[in-house]
């Protein structure tokens, strides 16, 4: 077996760019995803180690010094973070110039031949499901022989190999919590609306929804949600229980983890006699019977992407979402006593002045107890990045997502709504939903329930308002 490094590599101070943050960027609040996609494939390969740089505050020397040690390193990459990512491996490469150096994500699936091309430093791309193609490439298999891989050869020519079937056993994966406890400061993972410190792992991939700006269901996880069993799921939390007791929360990365109705109140069932505190990702048509069910067996909390107010502009990325469902699944989940971290997005396809202040008005209509703002990221790889390309709305096919401090660029304009009144929409939004009376006094009245939680909350108010400048003066 190679002595393999994971890495996701060094980056903005802040930055959050592992597979668990649906946009690699710095966020309104300091906030990291656990590197799960990373972790999956470090649990197969024996002897492994994971550095996950950003949330540790590790630089490049760090990294080096441990590449030193290893034959292997499998790198993480982003569209966002590619540019990066290329220089920490030619820096590897540099210290350790037999090292091979493989790039696993997204952007290595949409653009393996790219990725090569980019740098003599990368050795080889595993595209698909990467887990098990590292795997064998960790075990010593010829590269030739590994299904999954796009690889250089030593006269320099691109050999792409037959691609990996998606994976059907999901309890093949051994658990990924083991990693987290083995490589990695839990307490280092910080999210705005979840309990500190937290804990996060998948229970299946994929999503069964066709949003046409979601990445990883149009590369890499697919459209069928597969899902590991729940024996399986309750294995592991009982084991990061016992790992991590000082865990307050666990919460469920899967893209939409109520896709399955049975499954998860079966799931919920089972999570309920563990006595712990739970949140998920979800859509906003959950039944109420549904909710109800989880939130009797610990459920605090859902992550719902609302995306937008408009009708139409639901439709056209494809949501299969109402305005009216979701309103009543918000009141059912406001009835049930269930928190939500409502999503949006600004500059769909269809975004108008108009439409931008109908979402605003149907985001402090509906009330959810947190929000995320993003602006319309048109990754490549996305039916969003195509219809960007073909109507003109990205004229540059490499324009930056990211702005040169790390925070989310307007990336799209369309003829009658500019980048410019895209990105400020972002900050009227935050600051229309969240400096009301209303909701000022739910916030105090919140941080008024402990010592710990007026601490959070000052901090993260000045978090807040430092990115709101540092938008204010990129936007200058």
């Excluded at 920490?88 to 150096?101: G, Q, R």
């Excluded at 079966?266 to 309920?272: H, K, P, Q, Y």
């Excluded at 605090?300 to 009708?311: C, D, I, K, T």
């Amino acid at each position: 077996m190679m002595r393999t490094l994971f890495l996701q590599g060094p980056s903005y101070d802040g930055y959050d760019g592992g597979a668990g943050a649906r946009y690699q960027s710095k966020r309104e609040i300091r906030s990291f995803w656990y590197p799960t996609w990373l972790a999956q494939p470090a649990a197969l390969v024996e002897g492994s180690k994971l550095i996950d740089a950003p949330p540790h505050r590790l630089g490049l020397d760090a990294v080096l010094a441990e590449a030193r040690a290893r034959d292997l390193v499998v790198m993480h990459t982003s569209t966002p973070s590619f540019a990066s990512d290329i220089r920490t491996a030619e820096a590897i490469k540099a210290a350790k110039p037999d090292v091979v150096i493989g790039l696993v994500g997204a952007k290595a699936m949409v653009d393996p031949a790219g990725c090569l091309a980019a740098s003599p430093a990368i050795d080889f791309v595993a595209r698909e499901e990467f887990d098990f193609t590292v795997k064998e490439v960790a075990e010593g298999r010829a590269l030739a022989a590994v299904a999954g891989l796009s690889w250089r050869r030593r006269d320099g020519t691109i050999t792409h190999n037959p691609g990996r079937a998606l994976l059907e056993d999901m309890d093949a994966l051994p658990f990924v919590s083991p990693v987290y406890q083995r490589d990695l400061v839990i307490e280092n993972y910080f999210s705005g609306y979840l309990r500190h410190p937290y804990l996060s792992f998948y229970t299946g991939r994929g999503c069964k929804s066709r949003c046409t700006f979601c990445l990883w269901p149009q590369t890499i996880g697919g459209h069928r949600y597969r899902v590991r069993s729940i024996g399986h799921v309750m294995d592991e939390l009982r084991f990061a229980v016992r790992a991590f007791p000082q865990v307050k929360e666990f919460f469920f990365d899967d893209d939409t983890l109520t896709d399955n109705a049975p499954r998860v109140e079966a799931l919920a069932r089972e999570i309920g006699k563990l006595g712990i505190t739970w949140s998920c990702n979800a859509k906003g048509n959950v039944s109420r019977d549904t909710l109800t069910v989880m939130r009797d067996n610990g459920l605090r909390l859902l992550v719902v992407g609302y995306e937008s107010g408009n009708q139409q502009i639901l439709h056209n990325i494809k949501k299969g979402m109402r305005i009216e469902v979701a309103k009543r699944f918000t009141r059912d989940c406001r009835d049930l006593g269930i928190k939500i971290h409502g999503t949006f997005v600004l500059g769909l396809p269809g975004e108008t002045r108009e439409t931008i202040e109908e979402t605003i008005r149907f985001a402090t209509e509906i009330d959810p107890h947190t929000v995320q703002v993003s602006l319309a990221a048109p990754y490549p790889g996305t039916e969003l990045y195509d219809q960007a390309i073909r109507n003109g709305w990205l004229l540059d096919e490499n324009a930056q997502l990211l702005t040169e401090h790390g925070t989310q660029a307007a990336a799209m304009s369309y003829p009658h709504l500019s980048h410019t009144e895209m990105f400020d929409s972002v900050e009227a939004f935050y600051r229309r939903f969240y400096l009301r009376a209303p909701k000022i006094a739910a916030i105090v009245a919140e941080m008024a329930t402990s010592p710990q939680m007026l601490k959070r909350r000052l901090r993260e108010g000045v978090e807040f308002f430092r990115f709101l400048r540092e938008r204010k003066h990129e936007a200058a």
